[in-house]
């Protein structure tokens, strides 16, 4: 991995399952705890990636981010079925809320303080320190409740460019924390965006809300000094591509980048929008690795392989959103198994 993001020659493509919930099951760790304590949420990322040979490092993240760290309620992934935190308490119900919407400090801001503590502990082992921001109408879904963001966004756009304003500017302070804490080098960005999805709003409604905030954060991360960003447009954004790119257009195509779109996406349109300058995340079928056979999951893993090694930028095999929990620690193996078979340079 660290081969391909500083432009070395490597001997096979890397392997990066987006193992978060499965690396507590298959350590013998909950959920819960996964989420909820530091030293868990690192040991067993560390040991998962160990025991399979892939070539990830430790990150800590969540697709709920942003209701917990303005002031809301979330619950940890103890009960069964439970994969992630989620949102109990929204911190803003009313038109009325929004006003009264403090900007948090990012280091007593929720789940901040947690992903800190697991990027300290990368950074003792020389591994780059994630931090996540992006993704503004996930963040901002998150604090107002999603179905509620997308009727304002219709009926009172003026509350939701409020909400993401502060999003921003509590991003920007987060960024700023984690990079006088270890140094703009050693950070690495996790942007990550669910509710961006074109299932649940359009292209014109990305361009509006989130886009210009988009291109302010990544230009502000790069600006002080931080190069790698994993880029993760969760589910069917087809639409949203142009955007994305524009983002990139917009910062120069500075910095090293990791594309990682859902399954719906397909890497030849990946690699024609970014394949230039960026590397891509593959985006093999991510249920797949629970419900299909090894024999399958090998045939997967070499489609995409194939598919991807024709970006000229690089390609790490993945799938197209987080690891399901409960796969097989077999199907984990045949990705490994693929990218050895199919994806060796030598």
């Not at 493509?13 to 959920?31: E, H, L, N, R, T």
């Not at 990682?260 to 797949?288: C, R, W, Y």
């Not at 489609?303 to 097989?328: A, V």
């Amino acid at each position: 991995m660290f081969g391909l993001m500083t432009g070395q020659k490597i001997d096979r493509i890397p392997v990066s399952p987006f193992a978060m919930g499965y690396a507590a099951k298959v350590c013998g760790f909950s959920i819960g705890d996964f989420y909820a304590n530091a030293k868990v949420n690192f040991r067993s990322q560390l040991m998962a990636a160990d025991m399979h040979g892939y070539d990830s490092s430790p990150m800590y993240g969540y697709a709920s981010i942003g209701a917990w760290e303005f002031g809301g309620k979330i619950g940890f992934p103890y009960e069964v079925g439970h994969g992630a935190p989620y949102v109990i308490e929204h911190p803003v119900e009313t038109p009325e809320d929004v006003d009264r919407l403090e900007i948090p400090d990012p280091s007593r801001a929720g789940s901040n303080p947690i992903s800190m503590e697991v990027a300290k502990q990368c950074n003792a082992l020389g591994l780059p320190a994630v931090f996540q921001v992006g993704g503004f109408i996930t963040f901002a879904g998150n604090i107002m409740e999603p179905a509620r963001m997308l009727l304002w966004m219709i009926r009172k756009p003026e509350l939701v460019h409020k909400v993401i304003s502060k999003v921003l500017a509590f991003q920007k302070l987060t960024a700023d924390w984690y990079i006088d804490t270890f140094g703009p080098e050693k950070c690495m960005v996790f942007s990550g965006g669910a509710t961006e999805s074109n299932k649940l709003i359009s292209a014109k409604q990305f361009e509006t809300f989130t886009l210009p905030n988009e291109i302010a954060i990544n230009k502000y991360v790069l600006d002080k000094g931080i190069h790698s960003v994993l880029m993760h447009p969760c589910a069917d954004q087809n639409a949203n591509i142009p955007h994305y790119r524009k983002i990139r257009e917009e910062c120069g195509w500075r910095g090293r980048y990791v594309w990682n779109f859902g399954p719906e996406t397909p890497l030849e349109k990946q690699i024609e929008m970014f394949g230039a300058h960026d590397i891509i995340g593959g985006n093999v079928d991510p249920p797949s690795f629970q419900t299909k056979s090894f024999d399958e999951v090998i045939m997967l893993c070499k489609d995409n392989i194939e598919r991807g090694m024709k970006n000229p930028s690089g390609y790490i095999l993945m799938p197209g959103c987080e690891l399901p929990p409960l796969t097989p620690p077999i199907n984990v193996h045949a990705m490994m198994t693929a990218a050895r078979k199919f994806g060796s340079f030598e």
